[in-house]
């Protein structure tokens, strides 16, 4: 089992930042895939950006690239999501997800319960 906590969400102006992150516990972080998503209210959840266990590979979503970063320190088990250039459709609760690879993520093995990022204009 792996458990996934995600802090750093709050309230922030348009062209603000904030960085996420997630903290796992349990078995090896270091093998598995980390991603970021999101649900916007009446809205299905959106792939935010992945990393690969060793930080080589990193996806991201076509609407956050240029904006958002993605990165994880293994020694720390932690993920961080570092976004920039916040914009009001950014607001949505932000989850972590850890799966055994990139490619799998959206249907990741697990989840945390989710922070809530809101952008106001």
């Known amino acids: 089992q792996v458990q996934l906590v995600e802090s750093g969400g709050g309230l922030v102006q348009a062209g603000g930042s904030l960085r996420l992150s997630c903290a796992a516990s349990?078995?090896?972080?270091?093998?598995?895939?980390m991603g970021w998503f999101r649900q916007a209210p009446g809205k299905e959840r959106e792939f935010v950006a992945a990393?690969?266990?060793?930080?080589?590979?990193?996806k991201y979503a076509d609407f956050v690239k240029g904006r958002f970063t993605i990165s994880r320190d293994n020694a720390k088990n932690t993920m961080y999501l570092q976004m920039n250039s916040l914009k009001p459709e950014d607001t949505a609760v932000y989850y972590c997800?850890?799966?055994?690879?990139?490619?799998?993520?959206?249907?990741?093995?697990?989840w945390g319960q989710g922070t809530q990022v809101t952008v106001s204009s």
């Open positions: 990393i690969s266990w060793s930080a080589g590979i990193k």
């Open positions: 997800a850890a799966s055994s690879s990139i490619a799998t993520m959206r249907g990741a093995d697990y």
């Open positions: 349990g078995r090896t972080f270091s093998s598995y895939a």
